[in-house]
Nanobody, 127 residues
């Protein structure tokens, strides 16, 4: 079965850290750009961070710049999102998606035609 599986979410206090993982099953991520998206209750899905297929290009939403870091390990078929200095506003269901494209800043929108989406992992930032 071809799928993306996110993990690493949870409950964390403000200022804390989490590392999300996006693992591919049944296919290789080598040729895909990967995007991380999030959706909070009552809000639209938004792009958080995206990375090119080889990892040479990255994009971050203004709201997470300086706090989140996206990376990938193609040998492990996994993409990561390191989230530091978490805020209550970061609370959301986080999804990863795999697709083709050359300009990650253009791809980091939920309307991009991604080939695969994961089911999401919940991140809750609360004291």
């Amino acid at each position: 079965q071809l799928q993306l599986v996110e993990s690493g979410g949870g409950l964390v206090q403000p200022g804390g850290s989490l590392r999300l993982s996006c693992a591919a099953s049944g296919f290789t991520l080598d040729y895909y750009a990967i995007g991380w998206f999030r959706q909070a209750p009552g809000k639209e899905r938004e792009g958080v961070s995206c990375i090119s297929s080889r990892g040479g290009s990255t994009y971050y939403a203004d709201s997470v710049k300086g706090r989140f870091t996206i990376s990938r390990d193609n040998a492990k078929n996994t993409v990561y999102l390191q989230m530091n200095s978490l805020k209550p506003d970061d609370t959301a269901l986080y999804y990863c998606a795999a697709g083709f494209g050359t300009a990650v800043e253009n791809m980091c929108v939920p309307t991009w035609e991604y080939d695969y989406w994961g089911q999401g992992t919940q991140v809750t930032v609360s004291s």
